[in-house]
Structures are given as C-alpha cells and as structure tokens.
C-alpha cells in the first residue's frame, strides 16, 4: 500500500473551501480596514488631526481621504491580480476530472472576489482585465462541468466530504485534554505530638501530687485529714484515671508508630497509582482517536487519487504555496 504523503495531505486539508460572496465582501472589508490601519502616512496624519485647527483639518481630512482612496484602489488591483494568477495552474491541467476538482473549489472564491474588485475599481482597463478573467474561468467551468458524471464517479466526488470528516476528529484529539486529577496530600501525624506531651506531663505532674496527697489522707489520724480524705480520692481519680488512659494510648500510639508509617506510604501510593491511571486512561484515549484517524477512509481515498493522478500532488503543492503568498500580501 502506498504511504500517504501528510505533507502533502495536510496542505490539501488547508487548502481554501468556497465561500458566499458576502462573506467574501466581510473578509475583503476586514483585511483593507487592517492594512489601512497600519499604513504609517495616515497614521501619522490621524495624529495630526487630532490636535489640528479648524482650517487645517480639512487640508488633513481630504489628504487622509486620498490615501485611504489609493490604497483601496492598490488593494483591489492587487486582488484582481492574484486571482487571476489562481486561474493559471488550474487551466495548466491536463487531466479533465483533476482541473473539474480544482475549479470547482476555486470558482466561487475567485468569481466573488473579481466581481466585489470590478465594483471598487475605476479605470476602464481594471474593468476590462476583470471581465477577462471572469470570461476565462467560466470557460474553465463550463468545459470542466462536461465530466460531470465521470467526476461524480471518480474518487474526487467523496473526498471533501471525507476530509471534513477527518478534519472533526483532529479537532476532537486536539481538544482532548489531560485530565486534572487533584491528588489528595496525606501528611503523615508526628511521633511525639508537642501538645500531647505537654497534656502528659501536666496530668503527670498533678496526679502524682494528688497521689501523694491520698496517701497523706490515709495514713494520717486527725479528723481534719479525715474529713478530706473522700473528697482527696474524689479529685485524685478524676485526674489519675484520665492520666492513666492517656498515658496507656499514648505508648500504644508510639509502638505502632511504625504500622502507621506504613499505612500512610500506602495511602501515598494509592493516591500515586490513581493518579497515573487517570493519566493512563487519557493516553489510551488519544492513541485510539490516533489509530481511529489513521484508519479513516480518507487516506485510502487519498492513496487512490495520487496513484491514478498523478498531477494532483502536484497542483495541491502549487496552489497551497500561492494561498500561503496571498496570506501574506494580505497581511
């Protein structure tokens, strides 16, 4: 099987679609407004205007309007010009299904634009070159539309539906984004918490007094030591025994310490291997939109058309390099 040029392939995917003629006016219009924009003279004239008299405004208004009048007529002779350079290599073809394919996606752009340069222009000869050209790529067309039945069986009938095809699933792999998985930060609690060892030796330190002070209590024989010796047992236990408790967990805490480490790399890990599994699944994702493009009948259809025509490649190249000039005076 042979290898689809992409190069090539791709330039046949960007090379221009037709577009209504208003939409053409719209691009004219847009592109003009830029370029008169950037042009330095009037540039610099609109800054004179702006802090200009009464008299010498409209010295500055009339010279502006001039300018912008010949760069309008520039810009439209340039148009013309360029247009009617697109008709040539359409018109060098020899094989009639390869020109009918070329002519058909250029008629309608070429036509708009020559007809919206006509109605801008002034001078007779602007006007008569225009209608030439026109005449010549009705020629074209009309001759072209004679295989019409031919061309309609021929591969070149289904290969702009098949590129826009292809076209919707580059966008969809150009929009298919990694995936935001937010891993959650496991910390990992200190051995010796501070306040804890701080609560340890306060409780410590109180019921060790208080166990001193029942003992006091009980071996003493007055009846004051007596009398506060249940109360002394009272106060002794509400700190003892939550001391003890403490005391009890917090060596069960510092033994298994290690387990808990452990337990916390674990977790780590698991949040890690999701996280890359996210990933994963993205890659797996695009590489089967990858395959899928890869796969779609467009190249095939492609392969058909370059072995059978052996022109197309050719012309694909030249108009691509003209559309990429216009691009630029256009600019």
Do not use: C
């Amino acid at each position: 099987m042979t290898t689809v040029k992409l190069s090539t392939f791709d330039r046949l995917i960007n090379i221009h679609q037709s577009v209504q003629l208003e939409q053409t006016k719209k691009i004219n219009k847009g592109i003009l407004q830029e370029q008169l924009l950037q042009n330095a003279e009037l540039q610099q004239l609109n800054h004179q205007l702006a802090s200009s008299n009464q008299i010498s405004r409209k010295i500055l208004e009339n010279q502006i309007r001039e300018i912008e009048h010949k760069e309008v007529l520039k810009f439209y002779k340039t148009l013309s010009f360029k247009m009617y350079e697109f008709i040539e290599p359409i018109d060098n073809i020899s094989d009639p299904l390869v020109k009918k394919y070329f002519i058909d996606k250029y008629y309608e752009r070429i036509k708009a634009n020559i007809l919206i340069a006509t109605d801008n222009l002034e001078e007779i000869n602007d006007k008569i070159f225009n209608k030439t050209v026109v005449s010549k790529i009705n020629e074209i067309k009309k001759a072209s539309d004679s295989y019409a039945q031919q061309f309609n069986e021929s591969p070149f009938y289904e290969i702009d539906t098949l590129i826009a095809e292809v076209n919707i699933k580059k966008q969809q792999i150009l929009d298919l984004k990694p995936p935001q998985y937010f891993e959650i930060k496991i910390k990992d609690k200190p051995k010796n918490h501070p306040l804890k060892v701080f609560l340890l030796i306060i409780l410590g330190s109180v019921s060790f007094l208080l166990f001193f002070g029942i003992i006091g209590t009980l071996i003493a024989t007055d009846n004051t030591a007596k009398d506060a010796r249940l109360p002394m047992i009272i106060i002794g236990l509400v700190f003892i025994i939550p001391f003890l408790l403490f005391f009890r967990n917090f060596r069960v805490w510092r033994k298994s310490y290690p387990k808990y480490l452990l337990s916390q790399h674990q977790k780590r890990q698991f949040e890690k291997s999701k996280a890359t599994e996210v990933y994963n699944n993205y890659l797996i994702k695009k590489e089967a939109l990858n395959e899928d493009l890869l796969k779609h009948p467009t190249f095939k259809t492609y392969e058909i058309i370059i072995h059978n025509y052996p022109e197309f490649d050719a012309v694909v190249i030249e108009l691509s390099e003209m559309e990429n000039q216009l691009q630029l005076i256009q600019k």
